[in-house]
């Protein structure tokens, strides 16, 4: 007996040294210039807080992906080296204003980048707006996310132009009259998006009653059969699905299954490799609108960013990565013109931020923050996101 | 609602409570012995199907023999689980297993983080359990006809091995009384490692089932599991395994009629299995089999 208890435990202390082991190997990877902390005013931190696991992680792997390729290709401003600071916000509101709590008040990061999803950067806004740190948001499409909150940016579009956008697809390409929303409640992005997208497809047709189905799913939900059926009986001619990649792609395959072939659109959050492998042959055909294709090269950065993402990373780019790319130079020029480190003199610069060249457009910040841009439609095909069409936004 | 849209919801109703049930048998035997609720069950779902996953896409072997594999780590997994985390507390206070549990379910949530990454993978469902069938209208995933059989076959076996082995006596004993039972001759040892063996094949049963209906892996992915199942066995009667099957059946078709009848309020499916939760734990604490059958588990 005491020897097969002894032997358990050396079991236990064996797998306990295991995981020390892998996690320390994962944490090394992330701290390798930590050599040069000791000279910590020869480097400038920037914050980075993205998703890097549970739900959402394949977004936030992908901003980072974008933003590691940006502090390569431009390591240094001032004469100093730029050290980026990640932290995981778990895919997770309060682990997100934790997160950047912590980059704040113990990294001491003069700025910050993030966060894909519009949740945890708005988790994050009372935060960086108390302690006056500008933040950058790659992709964050609400508009709560930059209003009424003078510290935080964005280089993408909002969800307004995007829910017009869908709106006019479904109506005009998809020839629809009636529509269903399948939305995840509990993100504030998909909730936002989703009431933009009804105002203007209810524009659009003329009739108050073309919403004929409004059905709701949690984060993290994996069963959708009784929202799908739900919203098919209700026979509408597309549905409008925004929502995380993850769940959308177990939407439709489900949708599929159940013998619903109505077409399903959504937004930019499709736009991951998860959400062609886990859909598969079901989210065939799927439409969504998103920032930035790398068939269509919009600026000379763009080839730059194209060429060494394809370089560094052997993949086609996402863009949510050409976003975080951009987010990260906004914030380089802004220190360099500002020709100090002072969070509140790089805040003013970044607002004022125009024409700047980045490798998904041309980025002019409006009086809210927010980057007015183009929105391109794509689609899969033959397990691929290919792109369909350019939409300005005067349109 | 037309007939056949009834029946379609009845279908997915069935097709997530066998699920559901699969699951719960699992956490209500563990119980129903050891008087232990093993939080780390949910967790065990995850690692099996990663193992199940990782062994087709590795050692690209046949997938009946990755979840074969899949079963057996797990149920050796769940063994060492037990010998390092729950027997130094035998003689304890239950809550102090009970957190123990706990902890190792956040381990392994954390292990799988590290070990398999946070971005989710996708399951390789075989064309055998993914084909759709049209019956009257009805479209049914055949996954959904091999669901309630093997939680059938499972239950059957385990009240078998329960009511009429030497090893089912054995544990019945242990579940009165640890002492006497080991002073009868019984290796009390023995019976609680198997105890947790079968417990946690039947988590990793349940586990490649789950990941065969809804393909995609996450570090995170037996949370909700875990919970649902949970509150399947005590709605059922916690400890009392047929009990934890017609639980996960109420739980599994009582959220989707929940949705198909007033679909404004889908946003609160899960808060449906909570208010069960509750509501039983009011009304009849010791869920719908009652205690009585409990006890001779």
């Known amino acids: ?395 | 609602m037309t007939l056949e849209l009834f029946l379609q919801h009845m279908v997915n109703g069935i097709s997530l409570g066998s699920l559901y049930a699969l699951i719960a048998i699992g956490y209500t035997m563990v119980y129903g012995i050891l008087r232990l609720i093993n939080f780390a069950h949910g967790d065990l779902i995850m690692i099996a199907a990663y193992i199940a996953f990782y062994s087709v896409a590795i050692f690209s072997i046949p997938w009946y023999l990755s979840f074969i594999i899949a079963v057996l780590f797990t149920m050796a997994l769940g063994i060492m689980i037990e010998r390092s985390a729950y027997k130094p507390l035998r003689s304890s206070p239950r809550i102090t297993v009970l957190i123990s549990a706990i902890g190792v379910s956040f381990l392994l949530q954390n292990l799988g983080i590290v070990i398999f990454g946070g971005r989710p993978k996708p399951f390789q469902v075989p064309e055998l359990f993914s084909k759709v069938y049209e019956i009257a209208g009805v479209n049914i995933v055949s996954i959904t006809f091999f669901i309630p059989i093997i939680t059938i076959v499972l239950l059957l076996g385990l009240i078998y091995l329960i009511n009429k082995t030497k090893v089912g006596m054995a544990m019945r004993a242990v579940a009165k009384d640890y002492d006497t039972s080991s002073l009868m001759g019984i290796d009390v040892n023995k019976i609680i490692s198997t105890t947790f063996g079968v417990g946690s094949g039947l988590a990793a049963v349940g586990g490649v089932m789950w990941s065969m209906k809804f393909p995609q892996l996450i570090p995170f992915m037996g949370v909700i599991p875990g919970l649902k199942c949970f509150i399947a066995a005590v709605v059922g009667g916690i400890g009392n395994i047929t009990g934890a099957v017609i639980g996960g059946f109420l739980l599994g078709l009582g959220e989707i009629l929940l949705v198909a009848f007033l679909p404004e309020l889908s946003g609160y499916r899960d808060a449906f299995a909570f208010i069960l939760l509750i509501l039983i734990l009011l009304l009849k604490p010791t869920g719908i089999m009652g205690e009585k059958i409990a006890e001779k588990v």
Do not use: H
Request: net charge negative; with cysteine; hydrophobic share 45%.
């Open chain 1, 1 to 395: 007996m005491m020897f097969r208890k002894r032997n358990a435990l050396i079991l236990l202390v064996t797998f306990l040294i295991l995981s020390l082991i892998v996690a320390g190997c994962g944490g090394n990877k992330k701290e390798e210039p930590k050599k040069e902390d000791t000279e910590t005013s020869e480097v400038i931190k920037i914050g980075v807080f993205e998703p890097m696991t549970n739900a959402n992680a394949a977004g936030g792997a992908m901003e980072v992906e974008g933003i590691q390729l940006a502090n390569d290709l431009y390591p240094e401003v001032l004469g100093k080296k730029i050290k980026l600071v990640i932290a995981d916000n778990k895919s997770d509101k309060v682990e997100a204003a934790n997160a950047v709590t912590r980059l704040v008040e113990k990294e001491k990061v003069v700025a910050i980048i993030g966060s894909w999803g519009s949740s945890f950067s708005m988790a994050a806004g009372p935060i960086v707006k108390e302690n006056k740190i500008p933040a950058v948001a790659a992709s964050a499409t609400n508009p709560l996310v930059t209003k009424g909150n003078d510290y935080y940016f964005r280089v993408c579009f909002i969800d307004p132009f995007q829910g017009k956008v869908m709106a006019n697809y479904a109506f005009n390409q998809i020839g629809a009259k009636k529509a269903a929303i399948i939305k995840e409640v509990s993100n504030d992005y998909a909730v936002g998006l989703a009431k933009f997208f009804s105002d203007e497809f209810v524009k659009l047709t003329g009739d108050p009653k073309s919403i004929v189905a409004n059905v709701d799913y949690q984060t993290n939900d994996q069963e959708f059969s009784a929202q799908l059926q739900a919203a098919a009986q209700a026979n509408p001619d597309v549905i409008f699905a925004p929502g995380n990649f993850t769940e959308s792609a177990l939407i439709i395959k489900q949708a599929r299954e159940q013998g619903i072939d109505i077409p399903i659109i959504g937004g930019d959050t499709w736009e991951a490799p998860e959400f062609l492998q886990i859909g598969g042959e079901a989210v065939e055909g799927a439409v969504f609108s998103t920032f930035f294709t790398s068939e269509v090269p919009i600026t000379k950065e763009s080839e730059k960013f194209l060429a060494e993402y394809r370089k560094k990373y052997n993949e086609e780019p996402s863009s949510v990565a050409a976003l975080g790319y951009d987010a990260y130079l906004v914030i380089r020029a802004a220190i360099e013109k500002a020709g100090s480190t002072d969070p509140v003199k790089i805040r003013d610069e970044i607002a004022k931020t125009k024409d700047f060249v980045g490798a998904a457009g041309i980025i002019t910040l409006d009086e809210n923050g927010d980057a007015v841009k183009s929105a391109v439609i794509k689609k899969v095909e033959n397990g691929k996101f290919v792109y369909q069409a350019t939409v300005e936004p005067s349109k």
